[in-house]
């Protein structure tokens, strides 16, 4: 088994060499490769065990990470200037290695990316619901895991991995695992998550909230007694848990 990392700022986990999308890899990761088929691999992802297969061309050595992108999103630049060309675009969590600093930018492999965007390897986030809110407006996307595109399960693992709390990719093995069951009479909190088949919220306040979905296509806030209603009516059943971390 080797040890490589993602090189590109997104990548696509499929379920099957050319098949569908399970869930997305950011630049930085580093996984686990468990076969090669022709031009795939199939790989375990280090934050959260998941598998699937990946083209092989975008996976390069592994490196010491310095930074990571705290920013809902950011630009590599050219130079270390603003306006210069951009070379890519990251997501919030993608990690990076510093080759150099100056007063406002970082330099990295893929170009010179601002401090501002970035926090130090190691340091962790302490609400995840404020790192959720930071994807709001983001379009969904089944399978998402990034800025540019996050389901319900990727929202809620992108706060939860910011805040250094183990976190799996899929709204079902994160019902099982995560936090403590309550019951059903117990008033919501900010940070609790609700459950349904299929599908994941945030609860960001008293009758509030906030979940990548299908209705909107976006992170978006709503209430707490308008989702569940709304939910139901649409034939995907009640909520199934309500789980405090």
């Given at each position: ?42 790989v ?5 065990g ?13 490196e ?51 401090k ?34 996050v389901d ?55 009758n ?19 989702a ?18």
């Open positions: 088994m080797t040890k490589q990392r993602v090189i590109r700022p997104v990548v696509d986990l499929l379920r099957d060499p050319n098949g569908p999308r399970d869930r997305q890899l950011l630049y930085g990761d580093t996984i686990t490769i468990t076969e090669i088929l022709d031009r795939w691999s199939r375990t992802s280090d934050k959260d998941y598998s699937g297969w990946i083209a092989s061309e975008v996976l390069g050595t592994p010491s990470v310095t930074h990571y992108v705290k920013a809902p999103a950011t630009h590599a630049y050219l130079k270390a200037d603003m306006k210069t060309p951009d070379r890519a675009s990251l997501s919030f969590g993608s990690k990076v290695r510093a080759l150099s600093e100056t007063e406002r930018f970082v330099e990295t492999d893929l170009g010179f990316i601002p501002v965007h970035l926090a130090s390897a190691g340091s962790q986030m302490t609400d995840p619901v404020a790192v959720a809110e930071l994807f709001l407006g983001t379009p969904y996307l089944w399978g998402g895991n990034s800025r540019f595109g319900c399960s990727g929202l809620v693992q992108a706060g939860l991995l910011a805040c250094g709390i183990a976190c799996p990719g899929d709204s079902g093995d994160q019902e099982r695992a995560l936090g403590e069951d309550l019951p059903e009479s117990t008033p919501a909190k900010r940070g609790d998550l609700l459950f349904w088949k299929g599908h994941v919220a945030w609860v960001a306040g008293e509030l909230l906030l979940h990548a979905n299908a209705y909107h296509m976006a992170v978006a806030f709503e209430p707490m007694d308008e569940i209603a709304r939910i139901s009516s649409q034939g995907d059943g009640p909520v199934t848990s309500h789980k405090r971390l």
